[in-house]
Structure formats: C-alpha cells, structure tokens
C-alpha cells in the first residue's frame, strides 16, 4: 500500500482549509501569494494525513472544502508558474455526490 | 496509473481556469479483488466513466499533458484514461 505521505504528493485531493500563514520573508517567486493551512481529508471530510500549507489560486477561505494539486503541477497553477510551492488549492468544492 | 473504484462526482463552481468544462470524481484505490487500498483522491474524468466503474487514472504531470493537449502550464495531475472490463489473477 502506498503511503499517505507519498500518495498526498502524487495526486489531486480533498482538504479543508483550517487557517492561513502570514510568512514575511518567503523565498523568490513566493511574494504576493496567498497561503493556506490545509487538512487533507477524504470524501467524508474525515482527516487522512497532515497538515500541509498551499498556494490559494481560487480566493478560498477557512472552512472551505477544497481540492487541491500536489507536485510540480502545484506549480503550473501559479502565475508567474516557476515557483517554490508543492501544493496548490485549484478548486472550492460546492458538493460531493458519494455514498 | 493506479487501479481505483469511481466513488462519485464532485462540483466546484470556483475553480482553476484550466478545470473548466471538466468532469472531476472522487476515486477510491483498489486491490486486483476490488478492495479498498489506500486513500481517496481526486481526478479529472477523460472516458466518460461512471460512478461505480472500475478504472485507470493516470497520476504523472507529463502524461496527462500529452493526453489533454493544453500546452506544459496544466495544473492537473490525476486523469481517469481508461475503464477495467476484469482483472485476471
């Protein structure tokens, strides 16, 4: 079984958004981004890894289910794209249809 | 390419502009008995699979670029490329 930590980096996935991170001193490429404490969840919102920070891209806010982009595509959601993130909150999520 | 049950459609109004117009589930990995096996994630849909249906998702950036052909900015990383018809073991 692949490991969550290595799952969560591999893919796309769900998270709620628990708080926001003021960083002052980021590294190049990072000014100006909005981020993001996220708890990686499940389809039934229940918790399945650590917490994490991303990059905002669609305005969300704390509560919110989200999904979200790990990896290098993490990336490619930001503009300018070559930046240091390794997950980014591509979506607010309105409902989920699962059993 | 994992091997994962389609659990159900997810809506996001608010989204990335490259996500738009694309079908996203909540897909569940499997073993080869169809069995739970690991944690759910979230991938866009590319062969107009079901709820239910047994699949292939791709999860490699560079794979995904070629299939849906938007140029290298694509922010999406898990695609569901195939449907499985059975598994021999």
């Known amino acids: 079984m692949v ?19 003021v960083a002052e001193r980021k590294a190049a490429g990072l000014e100006g981004k909005k981020l993001l404490l996220v708890q990686p969840v499940d389809e039934h919102r229940k918790p399945t890894g650590d917490l994490q920070a991303a ?14 982009v790990g990896s290098r595509e993490a990336a490619l959601a930001c503009d300018p794209w ?4 390794d997950a980014a909150i591509v979506g ?4 989920i249809d699962a059993p | 390419m994992k091997h994962c049950r389609v659990v159900g459609p997810l809506w996001a109004a608010a989204k990335h502009p490259a996500y738009a117009g694309r079908p996203l589930f ?9 069995a739970d096996a690991g944690t759910s994630f979230v991938a ?36 569901i490329v195939g449907i499985v018809d059975h598994v021999e073991t």
């Open chain 1, 82 to 85: 070559f930046v240091p993130v």
């Open chain 1, 55 to 68: 990059v905002d891209t669609v305005q969300a806010g704390v509560g919110d289910l989200v999904y979200l």
């Open chain 1, 3 to 21: 490991p969550d930590a290595v799952l969560r980096c591999a893919a796309m996935y769900l998270g709620i958004v628990k708080g926001t991170v």
């Open chain 1, 92 to 95: 607010i999520v309105d409902g």
């Open chain 2, 26 to 34: 909540v897909v569940q990995p499997i073993d080869e008995r169809g």
């Open chain 2, 44 to 79: 866009i849909d590319h062969v107009q699979a079901g709820v239910g249906d047994r699949v292939l998702v791709l999860t490699e950036g560079n794979g995904v670029r070629q299939i849906l052909k938007m140029g290298d900015i694509v922010p999406i990383r898990s695609v």
